[in-house]
């Protein structure tokens, strides 16, 4: 029976357990897979927010995320966690509202840009200062419900996943423009890169921080999120996807579909092909 929301690639060392059942495997291969990658927890949770004048989010962004952490410590999935915001140069009370929380609770971190470098550059800055194991990357508006994270862990661990990356089910709350937007944006990285993958752009990454021993990204603009999947899926790393809830933005304005950003996506796909013509797999396929 197929799992809902779930599109998995299955890397090599899973290759000898096809066979019958949920998700194609055999049930006791299934229990005895759990068991052994449940028992191991990752040592540290990274969770990042870029943030650009946010101040109407950061509470309650940092709030649902301490929750899922300390669920995951109660369960044993991780043995500690931290929160980073990347305060982008906000002009309102966001960078203030950051250094408070980090005052009050250790395990929040705080990274002022003294110049706006856009999402790339936030993103870049907190993959940079991430000191776990396994990073998540995702936007302060909360676009989806922090328990998902429990499922992203579960899968990266079972699927030895290298990137877990979220789409969204239902996307009909951005407009119909934002929809057209985005299928062409998703057909155009098909037809130049070769990767297929739903809602690319959405801001839920969860990696494994040793993919960045091979990954040096260098988009300054929206185009970070296709870059990171581009790069790692021609270097051989494995990356699957799940389904997840949808909560369109409520507050502030969304910047991402404006004209500069578009063009600042299309300047930064045609050089990354043109880079990526000489790269070698880190992983190369099993024969």
């Known amino acids: 029976m197929p799992v809902r929301g779930l599109n998995v690639h299955l890397g090599p060392s899973l290759a000898p357990y096809l066979a019958t059942g949920v998700l194609g495997m055999r049930p006791a291969t299934l229990s005895a897979m759990a068991a052994e990658r449940v028992a191991i927890p990752f040592t540290k949770l990274s969770v990042f927010f870029p943030m650009w004048n946010e101040e109407a989010y950061i509470d309650r962004a940092l709030e649902a995320a301490t929750t899922e952490c300390r669920d995951l410590l109660a369960r044993n999935e991780i043995l500690d966690y931290e929160l980073i915001v990347v305060d982008d140069a906000s002009t309102d009370h966001t960078g203030k509202l950051a250094d408070e929380m980090a005052t009050a609770d250790p395990h ?140 369109p933005r409520t507050r502030g304005e969304s910047t991402l579909a404006s004209g500069s950003v578009i063009r600042k996506i299309v300047s930064e796909m045609v050089q990354l092909r043109r880079e990526l013509r000489h790269l070698q797999p880190v992983h190369q396929p099993s024969a």
């Not at 790339?120 to 200062?129: W, Y």
């Not at 699927?159 to 057909?187: K, M, P, W």
């Not at 300054?220 to 051989?236: P, T, V």
């Open 108 to 247: 929040i971190k705080v990274v002022h840009h003294p110049v706006n470098r856009k999402l790339g550059g936030s993103i870049k800055t907190g993959f940079a200062t991430a000191t776990g194991d396994v990073v998540l990357y995702s936007d302060a508006d909360l676009p989806f419900d922090m328990t998902e994270v429990s499922r992203a862990i579960h899968l990266m661990r079972y699927y030895e996943a290298d990137i877990v990356s979220a789409f969204r089910f239902d996307r009909t709350g951005e407009g119909s423009l934002r929809t057209v937007y985005t299928f062409f944006y998703n057909f155009l990285i098909r037809r130049l890169f070769g990767v297929r993958m739903r809602d690319i752009n959405f801001a839920f990454k969860l990696c494994r921080t040793s993919i960045f021993d091979h990954i040096s990204l260098s988009s300054e603009g929206s185009f970070i999120d296709a870059e990171l999947i581009i790069r790692a899926n021609m270097l051989g790393f494995n990356v699957i996807q799940f389904g997840v809830d949808y909560f």
